[in-house]
């Protein structure tokens, strides 16, 4: 069986990474973690899962197929939303767009395994 909190793990042990959450699509976290404590997580969540919403509602009106992922800069950070599957999205808080691609790949390898874990695959 699949640990999520262990899953998750992986994603803080990248540098910059502050956060890590996995939520469900209804706006509610299924399981996070956090470097720093400094943002709720269960309000990144609920957050997010709207932001997702109307990016779909974009791609779709203007045909560019579904969201495959959003990136989303701040003066002072990085958030970067992962779908999985039509029931959960993968959430992570960077310090910065410099590991990026790190956090794309390590979601990709996850994807799987997290579905399992929840019971989704």
Known sequence: MVDLKQTLSRFLAIPGVRQAILVG???LMIEGLTRDGKEDMEAVSAITTTGLST????????ARGSVVGVLMEY?????????????ALMITLSDNASNI???????KTSRSEILEA????
């Open 101 to 107: 691609g790190r956090v794309r790949h390590l979601v």
């Open 25 to 27: 699509r209804d706006g």
């Open 75 to 87: 003066e002072h950070g990085l958030v970067s939303v992962d779908p999985l599957g039509d029931f």
């Open 118 to 121: 929840l019971d989704i695959a």
């Open 55 to 62: 990016a779909e509602a974009l791609g779709q009106e203007i």
